[in-house]
């Protein structure tokens, strides 16, 4: 029990390192550091196997250095192919130094799992280094090409994109294949960029790469094309999923499985007490689902049960549409935003128009037309100055975000000033499950079978509380809330499963338009439409033009579900910058070639530091 005690104690020790970013690690470029010239020869042999050899001229920067290391990924997980990790054993590693630096080397490989990199550390840690060195290092890689349909492919992160690396003043790269280079292409940028580099196969067929300047953190990734047949190993080299637990480390499970079935059998009927007395909406007794007591009649409540048929209603509840998307699942999503903005236009606050096949944008019309806090919140964030006739363009890029997140907000506190929830939805505990996933990965990695027989015996009533965790996510709501919740459920069922010859409506009542928003909240748009074109062909409802929408070609080419979709779009925050890891990239079935490539895309990487 000490020595578990100590090993547990030794988990909440590295979580703490871990945070504060303290944990021994691979080694990272010092300040001040520039690579003057780096030049890269790539030999692809008929075996396969990659010869490289790379001559770095290294300018350190202020401080005493005793040499640099040099990064190799050695393996990460494939994309294309589930379950298999792709590995480039390195081999036949050899460091000189023309400028008689210290070439002593040690290899050390970091990483775990399915990502490892193999670090080789050069000099004499014994004696320091003058202000500038040249190396080379050179060294055989094996797993490294690719088949493609016509032609096979050396597809290589040449410089591996990597924050802390120094900047490069002159790279040079050249990769000799078999039967000569059929074509060259070249990446630069953080990972993911499709920024492009010279490339070129010259008169010897050698495919050379004058990339130039290279930027702290920049990675490069070169494309070489090889005709088939020419390379014997040809394929990349997988292993299975390299994070999957060894029969080792399932040592000792027998002893502890009574232990197991105990918690295993308990936590869920213990969760199950739980939900039941907490979990559950409230309801008015006696009451019928979607009614609540007139003229401030008091009336019981209890939880509901979840087998109380809900009725079919034939027209939505009285309030706004966006309020209603988020009674009834607790989130709120573009699908809100999208009914709002066509529930504006129905009501001839805007007008949508079609700006080609699938780009729309929208124009001011009436802003007199705002009725509820929702449309005082989202039209001024869409139209700052609600000046009549501007229009935006639902094709620019994030053009609904920000007006969105207003929409979000006052949706919010509307439905919670109303008292609809007892307890409010919530986003699911991100950082809790972050956090619990680090504590599993660190008890594996760090405790081996021990920690791996904690992560076993305590699954069960993690997971139970990840499922009511989950399902407190919709929130609980109050007797009133779910009265209201009833409504807008029973006229979902009715959006969904009404057809042509069933259509109910008032004389002079455009449906379609007035039940819209409705449908594309529910995420019924496209069904919602198809029945009105239904009935409209047999005579249920008459045929109309709808004043809101102005179409191109024209009203029959309208497409409900398109426009739904491309203002959700349009909701949607603008796109991160991309990630500097190397990652896998398009995995080993992807190709520089075709447009397809993009720095950090391809197998392998190098990096370089000083120390």
Same mark, same amino acid.
């Given at each position: 029990?000490?020595?578990?005690?100590?090993?547990?104690?030794?988990?909440?020790?590295?979580?703490?390192?871990?945070?504060?970013?303290?944990?021994?690690?691979?080694?990272?470029?010092?300040?001040?550091?520039?690579?003057?010239?780096?030049?890269?020869?790539?030999?692809?042999?008929?075996?396969?196997?990659?010869?490289?050899?790379?001559?770095?001229?290294?300018?350190?920067?202020?401080?005493?250095?005793?040499?640099?290391?040099?990064?190799?990924?050695?393996?990460?997980?494939?994309?294309?192919?589930?379950?298999?990790?792709?590995?480039?054993?390195?081999?036949?590693v050899r460091v000189e130094s023309p400028t008689g630096a210290p070439t002593q080397t040690s290899e050390e490989d970091f990483g775990s799992?399915?990502?490892?990199?193999?670090?080789?550390?050069?000099?004499?840690?014994?004696?320091?280094?003058?202000?500038?060195?040249?190396?080379?290092?050179?060294?055989?890689?094996?797993?490294?090409?690719?088949?493609?349909?016509?032609?096979?492919?050396?597809?290589?992160?040449?410089?591996?994109?990597?924050?802390?690396?120094?900047?490069?003043?002159? +790279? @040079?790269? =050249?990769?000799?294949?078999?039967? &000569? /280079?059929?074509? $060259?292409?070249?990446?630069?940028? %953080?990972? !993911? #960029?499709?920024?492009?580099?010279?490339?070129?196969?010259?008169?010897?067929?050698?495919?050379?790469?004058?990339?130039?300047?290279?930027?702290?953190?920049?990675?490069?990734?070169?494309?070489?094309?090889?005709?088939?047949?020419?390379?014997?190993?040809?394929?990349?080299?997988?292993?299975?999923?390299?994070?999957? +637990? @060894?029969? =080792?480390?399932?040592?000792?499970? &027998? /002893?502890?499985? $009574?232990?197991?079935?105990?918690? %295993?059998? !308990? #936590?869920?009927?213990?969760?199950?007490?739980?939900?039941?007395?907490?979990?559950?909406?409230?309801?008015?007794?006696?009451?019928?689902?979607?009614?609540?007591?007139?003229?401030?009649?008091?009336?019981?409540?209890?939880?509901?049960?979840?087998?109380?048929?809900?009725?079919?209603?034939?027209?939505?509840?009285?309030?706004?549409?966006?309020?209603?998307?988020?009674?009834?699942?607790?989130?709120?999503?573009?699908?809100?935003? %999208?009914?709002?903005?066509?529930?504006?236009?129905?009501?001839?606050?805007?007008?949508?128009?079609?700006?080609?096949?699938?780009?729309?944008?929208?124009?001011?019309?009436?802003?007199?037309?705002?009725?509820?806090?929702?449309?005082?919140?989202?039209?001024?964030?869409?139209?700052?100055?609600?000046?009549?006739?501007?229009?935006?363009?639902?094709?620019?890029?994030?053009?609904?975000?920000?007006?969105?997140?207003?929409?979000?907000?006052?949706?919010?506190?509307?439905?919670?000033?109303?008292?609809?929830?007892?307890?409010?939805?919530?986003?699911?505990?991100?950082?809790?499950?972050?956090?619990?996933?680090?504590?599993?990965?660190?008890?594996?990695?760090?405790?081996?079978?021990?920690?791996?027989?904690?992560?076993?015996?305590?699954?069960?009533?993690?997971?139970?509380?990840?499922?009511?965790?989950?399902?407190?996510?919709?929130?609980?709501?109050?007797?009133?809330?779910?009265?209201?919740?009833?409504?807008?459920?029973?006229?979902?069922?009715?959006?969904?499963?009404?057809?042509?010859?069933?259509?109910?409506?008032?004389?002079?009542?455009?449906?379609?338009?007035?039940?819209?928003?409705?449908?594309?909240?529910?995420?019924?748009?496209?069904?919602?439409?198809?029945?009105?074109?239904?009935?409209?062909?047999?005579?249920?409802?008459?045929?109309?033009?709808?004043?809101?929408?102005?179409?191109?070609?024209?009203w029959g080419y309208f497409n409900a579900g398109l426009l739904a979709g491309s203002m959700q779009s349009a909701s949607a925050p603008p796109?991160?910058?991309?990630?500097?890891?190397?990652?896998?990239?398009?995995?080993?079935?992807?190709?520089?070639?075709?447009?397809?490539?993009?720095?950090?895309?391809?197998?392998?990487?190098?990096?370089?530091?000083?120390?």
């Amino acid at each position: 029990m000490r020595m578990l005690a100590r090993r547990v104690a030794a988990v909440a020790a590295i979580a703490m390192l871990a945070l504060l970013g303290l944990t021994p690690g691979i080694a990272r470029a010092a300040d001040g550091d520039v690579i003057n010239a780096y030049t890269i020869d790539y030999v692809v042999n008929d075996s396969g196997v990659v010869s490289v050899t790379a001559t770095i001229d290294y300018q350190f920067g202020p401080g005493e250095r005793r040499g640099i290391f040099y990064n190799i990924t050695t393996r990460e997980p494939d994309p294309d192919r589930p379950g298999q990790d792709m590995v480039f054993p390195i081999k036949n590693v050899r460091v000189e130094s023309p400028t008689g630096a210290p070439t002593q080397t040690s290899e050390e490989d970091f990483g775990s799992g399915r990502d490892r990199t193999k670090q080789i550390r050069i000099g004499d840690p014994n004696r320091t280094v003058d202000r500038s060195e040249t190396y080379i290092i050179s060294y055989e890689v094996e797993g490294a090409i690719r088949p493609q349909d016509t032609f096979d492919e050396f597809y290589w992160d040449a410089i591996a994109p990597d924050p802390d690396a120094p900047p490069i003043r002159d +790279l @040079t790269i =050249s990769a000799r294949v078999p039967g &000569g /280079a059929r074509d $060259a292409s070249c990446f630069i940028g %953080a990972a !993911g #960029s499709k920024q492009t580099c010279p490339a070129q196969v010259d008169g010897d067929d050698i495919a050379r790469f004058d990339v130039g300047e290279v930027p702290g953190g920049d990675g490069i990734t070169i494309g070489v094309m090889i005709g088939q047949g020419l390379v014997a190993d040809n394929q990349p080299h997988w292993e299975p999923d390299g994070s999957q +637990l @060894t029969p =080792s480390q399932l040592t000792g499970l &027998g /002893a502890i499985g $009574a232990a197991f079935a105990v918690v %295993a059998v !308990g #936590s869920p009927l213990i969760g199950r007490a739980w939900w039941r007395r907490n979990g559950r909406d409230e309801r008015f007794v006696g009451l019928p689902p979607g009614t609540v007591p007139t003229g401030g009649a008091a009336a019981a409540v209890a939880p509901t049960d979840p087998k109380i048929q809900i009725p079919v209603a034939f027209a939505p509840p009285k309030i706004p549409v966006g309020e209603g998307g988020y009674v009834i699942d607790g989130k709120i999503t573009g699908e809100e935003t %999208a009914a709002t903005l066509v529930d504006l236009a129905v009501r001839g606050a805007v007008r949508i128009r079609a700006a080609g096949p699938r780009e729309y944008d929208v124009e001011l019309v009436d802003p007199a037309k705002m009725a509820t806090p929702e449309d005082r919140a989202f039209l001024p964030a869409l139209f700052p100055g609600l000046r009549v006739g501007d229009v935006i363009d639902l094709g620019r890029t994030a053009a609904l975000h920000r007006p969105s997140q207003a929409l979000d907000s006052v949706i919010t506190s509307e439905v919670h000033r109303h008292g609809w929830f007892k307890t409010p939805p919530r986003a699911g505990g991100l950082a809790g499950i972050a956090v619990l996933i680090f504590a599993v990965v660190a008890a594996v990695i760090f405790l081996g079978p021990i920690g791996f027989l904690a992560v076993v015996v305590l699954a069960p009533p993690l997971i139970t509380v990840m499922v009511i965790n989950h399902k407190l996510g919709r929130g609980v709501r109050t007797a009133a809330g779910r009265a209201v919740t009833d409504q807008v459920e029973g006229f979902r069922t009715y959006l969904a499963t009404a057809e042509a010859r069933q259509l109910r409506f008032e004389e002079g009542q455009d449906i379609f338009s007035r039940y819209l928003p409705w449908a594309i909240v529910f995420n019924l748009a496209d069904r919602w439409q198809g029945v009105c074109e239904e009935a409209m062909k047999l005579g249920v409802i008459p045929q109309y033009t709808p004043t809101w929408y102005v179409g191109s070609p024209g009203w029959g080419y309208f497409n409900a579900g398109l426009l739904a979709g491309s203002m959700q779009s349009a909701s949607a925050p603008p796109p991160p910058p991309p990630s500097t890891s190397s990652g896998s990239g398009f995995g080993s079935g992807g190709s520089s070639f075709g447009g397809g490539g993009f720095s950090g895309g391809g197998g392998g990487g190098a990096s370089v530091g000083s120390w």
